[in-house]
């Protein structure tokens, strides 16, 4: 629940503002990428992945964003709303695994 | 949200006092996973199932365990509960074609007194 957002980064934007929550991912091995949505009192929910022969994917007002020359990753929230408000976590995955490794998260605020 | 429920959804025990979660799935997807999530932490998967009776550890298995007789019901015991393992707990599950992608249930908040 609430929890989950202490001792997290947290990045506060404006209601209508763009966002872009960063994510260092550790193994260059990695080939599958997920960013998943974790709003107050409930489970991750599945956002947007990408594969690692791509650099840019977009969905609904979101894009991510994958750097793998130095392993970085980014989500861009365009038109950020307060229902936004959530913290948000990438996941990596190496080919042949299937069970991920998530990161610890950004908590967004968005202030109306 | 996908099919996925838990249960119970907070539970408060005392140390040493054996606990069960359960969770159930709609989905009837092959792959799914208990992960514990706690402050300063990511979540950190501490079994999984790849199939009826079929589990493997991972990171954080110690002090638990698991058991899937059937598709849709994976139970996570914790044979004696330690305050260390106050946490939240989440199921997930995924499909076999897309296994990367992981659904997860509502959590159960288990404090351990």
């Known amino acids: 629940g609430e929890s989950v957002g202490l001792h997290l980064p947290t990045l506060s934007v404006q209601e209508g503002d763009n966002s872009i929550i960063n994510c260092a991912y550790s193994?260059?091995?990695?080939?599958?990428f997920i960013w998943y949505k974790q709003e107050s009192g409930k489970g991750p929910q599945f956002i947007i992945d990408i594969r690692s022969n791509m650099d840019k994917r977009q969905g609904q007002r979101v894009t991510v964003l994958l750097n793998k020359t130095v392993k970085h990753l980014s989500l861009q929230i365009a038109a950020t709303q307060p229902g936004d408000s959530a913290v948000y976590f990438c996941?990596?995955?190496?080919?042949?695994?299937?069970?991920?490794?998530f990161g610890r998260g950004t908590s967004l605020i968005v202030h109306p | 949200d996908a099919g996925i429920t838990q249960s119970p959804r907070h539970k408060v025990t005392e140390t040493g006092t054996p606990v069960t979660l359960r969770c159930h799935q709609t989905e009837n997807h092959r792959y799914m996973y208990w992960y514990r999530q706690d402050p300063g932490h990511g979540l950190r998967l501490i079994h999984y199932s790849y199939g009826v009776k079929d589990t493997d550890k991972g990171e954080v298995s110690d002090g638990y365990s698991v058991s899937r007789s059937k598709t849709e019901d994976f139970l996570l015991t914790l044979e004696s509960a330690t305050s260390s393992q106050t946490s939240v707990y989440f199921c997930a599950i995924s499909e076999s074609d897309r296994r990367y992608e992981q659904y997860f249930g509502p959590g159960t908040r288990l404090t351990v007194t």
């Open positions: 193994n260059s091995a990695s080939d599958y």
């Open positions: 996941a990596e995955n190496i080919g042949g695994s299937y069970i991920p490794t």
